[in-house]
C-alpha cells in the first residue's frame, strides 16, 4: 500500500481515496498504528464493517478526529458513521441479512442525507456499504440511486464484475474486494480453514503469505451533480 497508493494517485490523478480498513490488524480490526499506516501512504479516509470493535485500543480515537468511519447503522456507539473530507461526503453502512442485528441501513442513510440537507450538503456522496447479501447490497443501490454518487459494497473480499452507473446517476459496486494474500482463502492461511471446513472444530486463523492482491475501483464524479461519471476497476498484484 506504501508504494502502490502515491502510483495510482499520481497516475489517474485522484483527488480522494477511501479504504475499508477493517482487517488490518492480523485480519481482525484495526489499531491506531495501522491505521496510521493506511494514512501515511496516502489514504485519506478510512471505513470498516463488523470488525471495528475487535481491537479495543481504536475505539478512543474514534472520536478525536481520525479520519475513521464505522457503520453509521449501529445503535449508540463510539465513532461516527459519516464525514465530509475535501467536499465529499463519506457514508458508512452495515447490511443485516446474515449480518449482526442493527438498524436498518435503508433508514439510516435517510436520516443521514436529511440531517446533511438541513446544512451545507456536498454534491459527492460515497457510500460504503459492508454487507454479506448481494441482494441487499444491490437494493441500496437502487434505493438510493440518484441521491448519493456511488454505493460501493465491501464485506466478502471477493471483488464483482459488475460495476456500473444506474438510471439516475449513482456508482454501484457490489463489492470492490480485498487488499491481501492471493494464495489464500479471503485472506486466510489455507490449512486452519479447511480443518475448520472438514471437521467442524475452531481453528486460530492467520494472514496467508505471498503475492498479494490490491482491489479497488475508480469512479469519476461530476463535482456540480454528484452524478458518476465512470466507474473502473484498478486491480494490481505485487510479489
Not at 464493517?49 to 485500543?57: F, P, Y
Not at 446544512?119 to 443501490?141: C, N, R, W
Request: aromatic share 6%; charged share 20%.
Amino acid at each position: 500500500m506504501r508504494s502502490l497508493v502515491p502510483d495510482l494517485r499520481e497516475e489517474f490523478s485522484i483527488d480522494l481515496v477511501i479504504a475499508n480498513a477493517e482487517n488490518t490488524a492480523g485480519g481482525f480490526g484495526l489499531t491506531k498504528d495501522t491505521a496510521d499506516e493506511l494514512l501515511e501512504s496516502g489514504i485519506d479516509v478510512l471505513t470498516s464493517g463488523n470488525h471495528i470493535w475487535d481491537q479495543k485500543e481504536i475505539i478512543p480515537y474514534m472520536d478525536e478526529g481520525l479520519p475513521l468511519l464505522r457503520p453509521a447503522n449501529y445503535p449508540s456507539s463510539p465513532g461516527r458513521g459519516s464525514l465530509i473530507k475535501d467536499n465529499v461526503m463519506v457514508v458508512n453502512l452495515m447490511g443485516r441479512v446474515f449480518m449482526a442485528p442493527i438498524d436498518c441501513p435503508f433508514k439510516t442513510a435517510d436520516a443521514l442525507l436529511e440531517e446533511a440537507r438541513q446544512s451545507t450538503m456536498p454534491k459527492v456522496i460515497i457510500v460504503d456499504f459492508h454487507a454479506e447479501a448481494t441482494s441487499e447490497k444491490q437494493g441500496l443501490g437502487w434505493y438510493l440511486d440518484g441521491r448519493v454518487s456511488a454505493v460501493l459494497g465491501t464485506h466478502t473480499h471477493v471483488g464483482t464484475v459488475d460495476a456500473r452507473i444506474l438510471p439516475k446517476g449513482t456508482g454501484f459496486l457490489t463489492d470492490v474486494g480485498m487488499t491481501g494474500p492471493i494464495n489464500s482463502v479471503i485472506g486466510s492461511d489455507t490449512g486452519p480453514v479447511l480443518e475448520r471446513f472438514l471437521t467442524g472444530m475452531p481453528q486460530r486463523l492467520a494472514v496467508a503469505s505471498g503475492p498479494v492482491t490490491m482491489n479497488s475501483v475508480l469512479i469519476d464524479v461530476d463535482p456540480d451533480t454528484g452524478r458518476a461519471l465512470s466507474m473502473q476497476r484498478i486491480d494490481r498484484t505485487v510479489d
